[in-house]
């Protein structure tokens, strides 16, 4: 399984996250991300540039309200140079923008309602939903929000959508403990993002961001070799 560091705050990229990611270099990181609010895309191409100079892969995770902003995002994704987008609502328009960009697509399955973002349905209809986009032709993946569904257990609801789709599925949003992490791997997640519940301090290792990270590392470590 895999660990995503998100710059991300409260649904928005923190502040000075370039500067926020010299402080994380020479943790074992793979991935780092951050949201397609709260910066500039020249700032969000300054800490790609850097987490790709210090051979990470980078995530754009796209939470932008409405199919025009989205749209604008997606865009802008191919200048910043990210290597995956994940999430935004619009797969059929998403797979034509970005055909031919090597860029890896993984947008949100159910539906998405409001900011920060809530996901709606029943299990049975966030399943065939992924079911259906991960049959689209240039979609890689998925990007499940299953700890910010109010009515379905996320467990569950994240064991059944990696049954039903193809390609990995990242779980993002909200996951703050250790337990959490164990629960995702063994519901056969590829893997997860977390960046708020860092920054506010919620993880071992704390208040240390890149003593939290590496803690992070060692869980999603453990938690691989147990589902294995």
Not at 26 to 47: Q, R
Request: with cysteine; aromatic share 6%.
């Amino acid at each position: 399984m895999n660990f995503v560091f998100m710059l991300t705050h409260n649904d928005s990229t923190v502040p000075d996250a370039a500067k926020v990611y010299d402080s994380l270099r020479g943790t074992a990181l793979h991935y780092v991300g951050f949201k397609d609010i709260g910066a500039t895309p020249d700032e969000l191409a300054v800490v790609a540039e850097k987490a790709h100079a210090d051979g990470l892969e980078v995530m754009l995770e796209v939470v932008s309200t409405s199919r025009e902003s989205e749209l604008v995002s997606l865009e802008a994704a191919r200048q910043i140079g990210v290597d995956w987008i994940l999430g935004g609502t619009h797969a059929d328009d998403g797979v034509r923008l970005l055909a031919g960009s090597g860029i890896k697509y993984c947008p949100f399955p159910g539906r998405i309602d409001g900011h920060p973002s809530v996901l709606l349905g029943s299990i049975a209809e966030i399943s065939q939903d992924a079911r259906n986009l991960s049959a689209l032709d240039g979609v890689y993946g998925l990007d499940l929000l299953a700890y910010r569904s109010p009515d379905q257990d996320p467990i569950a609801l994240t064991h059944d959508v990696v049954v039903a789709s193809v390609g990995p599925v990242v779980v993002a949003g909200s996951i703050a403990t250790s337990e959490q992490i164990r629960l995702v791997a063994a519901a056969g997640a590829w893997g997860f993002t977390i960046g708020g519940a860092i920054f506010e301090g919620r993880l071992p290792g704390a208040p240390d961001l890149a003593g939290q990270i590496t803690e992070v590392l060692n869980i999603t470590a453990a938690a691989e070799a147990l589902r294995e």
